[in-house]
């Protein structure tokens, strides 16, 4: 593999500042964005960034360009940028540039890929693209960023892997250097190293390695979480019943690829869309804790401008929570104030937005909204009263488990009754009348950067911020706000009436029948049992440090380099979450407690997380804390070489992604 190198440095008898990126997808190519912008301003001598990665920059892996032309964003074009805009609060310069939906029509449709050049040219702001344009995208924004670079920068990229960081001696003999070993034995001395590698191979946890090992012994198929994309589908069998858990959009990806992927089309016959087979295709039988699949996307607009900030669930509210010194409980303390914000984002956009679908003029309902406690009794019959139609209502219990009193006799019935859900959502979200859908979304979003100083306190317990934030509200927010496009669920709805696809229904539990040597699933709906020879756990891999597959990071836990973020209760019993341990300013915190100064990590594999895309016009937190690491990295060159770089400490808190 060969280094490409994109720029060529000013004479300079200054040493360059040398900056090793690891990983340079979305959010590795923000960083490098900001890098450049900022060495064009602060005039800080010479640098050298290295790029690090054997797939594409922009891309990275999961964006790359090379895969199925089949797979999509969840993401509508008009709401996907690149670049930093005038709402970014950060020190460093604005560097504007097209969204996603922009950069088709003054770029796009020039592309050389004449699949993509096309699908440039019909795509429309509300439209979902190929994960493949918005590669071409990113691409479009790395180039951007270094055409040309500023005078004394050289950006170099490496198409490999790095497998091993060490430190060395600098050549002024003050201080060590960090050396990135690469795959061909190459290596890189930098002054700092940023590890924005988030989607690494990860092994199997154990209740999934121990299905692995039955589906050995029994000559089954089994196929572990993963990213459908990158997976051997042709283990999956063609013509036999395949059990799926899962049903958000990795199992979108997965249907996709076993039916249109296999040779199978979608064709529209009057005013209805059918599948017809290839002959290739399984049988998947889905399930899961819902028993439905994610909510479409919306696809229109709010009728009333979003709200510059948080109502009820504000920084000075989080502040007057941890003011009272106790122990936290997500359910107790925090959902109460996210809950109100939320139904208040719902409610603002259905009363402003569709003011004849509430019985009271809008001032009468804001005040009588702020009067009363969110989900408390009175609140329920102030509601009743106030919003007539209960369809205009948010619940989020419902929204939550929309079946999970659910009881049916057959599996005709159980058809009935999902196929009956999927058509209504598809319905109310491609419908601007209910568009206060959009409102709880967006406040959804904005609750996120307020909750930073709460999830990341001792006071909040840690088994609550697991179980309960990581593992239901985050899954909530997915359900509800970050689901397939539309059209996926019409194609869901064709494959059920092609005999393609059936529902097993809520509250799935799958287990391993060894006295049959097989898989077996049952549903709380129904009372019988479904088995087969073949199962897909449709989910996407959690990150665990301890179980990562990849050789940087299982060199460094080996030496005790780096660690896993482990958390304790108040009875002091700790709880590791498997994300490599970072300390407030995102240096790699070793096995020992010490701070590793010259190395960050950055990415959903640390406990702060935030998605690598950033919607246009939102002070985007992704767009902020890259500004602010690459001006502190910028200034190492002012700094004693184990100085630590100073980036400020972050406020942010895990995020929900998007995902493509």
Known sequence: MTTEEHAMTEPSTNRPLVLALVGVGPRGAGLLERLVANAAVLGS???????????????????????????????????????????????????????????????????????????????????????????????????RALSP??????????????????????????GDREVVV?????????????????????????????????????????????????????????????LVRGFGLDFVDLMVLLTEGRGG???????????????????????????????????????????????????????????????????????????????WGYYRELGLGHPDRIATSWSDFAEGFAALEWGSEAYDRWIADAVPDHADRFDPAAVDRPLRQLRVADADELSTVVRRYVRADLARRADQRHSADLGAFFALLAVLPVLGPVLGSPQLDPRSLVADFYGWFLGFFSFWASGPPPD??????????????????PGLEVAADV???????????????????????????????????????AALLARGEVSSHVLRDPAGRP??????????????????????????????????????FARPCTNAPVHRLNDQVARALLALRHHPAEEAVGVPADDEPVGAGTRG
């Open 575 to 612: 709880l590791d979450t498997g994300q490599l341990r970072t300390d407030a300013t995102h240096h790699l915190v070793r096995a020992d407690g010490s701070v590793a100064p010259r190395r960050l990590a950055l990415g959903m594999h640390t406990a702060v997380k935030a998605a690598a």
């Open 149 to 174: 670079p500023p005078a004394g920068t050289t950006v170099l990229t490496h198409r490999q892997r790095a497998v091993d960081l060490r430190c060395g001696p600098r050549p002024d003999a003050k």
């Open 265 to 343: 089309r979608f064709v529209t016959r009057g005013d209805r869309l059918v599948y017809e087979p290839s002959g290739s295709e399984p049988h998947l039988l889905v399930g899961s804790r819902r028993g439905v699949p994610y909510h479409a996307k919306p696809t229109y607009r709010l009728r009333v401008p979003r709200p510059p900030g948080t109502t009820f669930c504000t920084p000075q509210a989080v502040s007057a929570l941890l003011g009272r010194g106790e122990t936290l409980h997500f359910f107790d303390d925090v959902w109460p104030l996210v809950g109100r914000e939320v139904a």
């Open 182 to 242: 690469l795959e061909n034995g190459e290596t890189i001395e930098a002054d700092a190293v940023v590890l924005l590698n988030s989607h690494v191979d990860v092994g199997p946890a154990p209740r999934f390695a121990a299905l692995a090992d039955f589906a050995t012994e029994h000559g089954l198929t089994y196929l572990p979480p993963g990213y459908a994309g990158d997976l051997d589908l042709s283990a999956v069998p063609a013509g036999q019943d395949v």
């Open 488 to 505: 996926r669920l019409e194609q869901l709805l064709a494959l059920e009436e092609a005999g393609v696809v059936s529902f097993l229904g």
């Open 515 to 553: 006295e049959r040597g097989v898989f077996v699933a049952r549903s709380s709906a129904v009372a019988y049992e479904v088995e087969a020879h073949a199962l897909v756990d449709a989910t996407l891999p959690a990150f665990d440090l301890g179980r990562a597959e990849d050789p940087l990071l």
């Open 45 to 143: 001598g010479p640098v050298e960034v290295h790029l690090i990665d054997p797939f594409p920059a922009g891309g990275g892996r999961v964006w790359r360009s090379a895969q199925s032309e089949l797979l999509r964003l969840n993401t509508t074009a008009e709401d996907l940028t690149a670049f930093v805009d005038h709402t970014v609060a950060m020190a460093g310069p604005v560097t504007p540039g097209p969204t996603l939906a922009e950069w088709c029509q003054t770029h796009g449709v020039d592309l050389d890929d004449r699949a993509l050049a096309a699908e440039a040219a019909s795509l429309g702001p509300l439209d979902f693209p190929t994960r493949r344009l918005a590669s071409a995208y990113l691409d479009f924004a790395v180039r």
